[in-house]
């Protein structure tokens, strides 16, 4: 039997009304480069996680290229990072010429496991 590691079909099925609504207010508008819906989102994701402000970028390997940049991450250094990603994780830190660690996760939450970055 396949099981997919992720259904978006089924996902997309779901959310399917109100993704058309606000493709056809966004595309309608003729503003979807730094237009209202994206001043929207940022004071959203701002709140949501507590900060003064949020930055809408293109994608989750720019929002990754970018937070390392921002943290200073520089030539030479090492970033830890899951081995259960996407490879754009890894790709970034190359990137901004650092080198990618691969930390054991926990198989609970697959986030990177404390006890074993310890142990490192």
């Given at each position: 039997?396949?099981v997919?590691?992720?259904d978006l079909?089924?996902q997309?099925?779901?959310l399917r009304?109100?993704?058309?609504e606000?493709?056809?207010?966004?595309l309608g508008?003729?503003?979807?480069?730094l237009g209202p819906?994206?001043?929207?989102?940022?004071?959203?994701?701002?709140?949501?996680?507590?900060?003064s402000?949020?930055?809408?970028?293109?994608?989750?390997?720019?929002a990754?290229?970018?937070?390392?940049?921002?943290c200073?991450?520089e030539h030479?250094?090492?970033?830890?990072?899951?081995?259960?990603?996407?490879?754009?994780?890894a790709?970034?830190?190359h990137?901004?010429?650092?080198r990618?660690?691969f930390?054991d996760i926990d198989?609970?939450?697959?986030?990177?496991?404390?006890?074993?970055?310890?142990?490192?």
């Amino acid at each position: 039997m396949r099981v997919p590691l992720l259904d978006l079909a089924s996902q997309y099925r779901d959310l399917r009304e109100n993704i058309m609504e606000a493709i056809d207010q966004t595309l309608g508008s003729g503003a979807w480069v730094l237009g209202p819906k994206v001043a929207e989102l940022e004071k959203a994701i701002a709140s949501v996680v507590g900060a003064s402000a949020g930055i809408g970028v293109a994608s989750g390997t720019d929002a990754i290229l970018l937070s390392l940049r921002a943290c200073g991450v520089e030539h030479g250094e090492e970033v830890i990072c899951p081995p259960f990603t996407f490879f754009a994780t890894a790709g970034c830190i190359h990137r901004v010429g650092a080198r990618p660690v691969f930390v054991d996760i926990d198989p609970e939450t697959f986030n990177i496991d404390p006890v074993c970055w310890k142990r490192r």
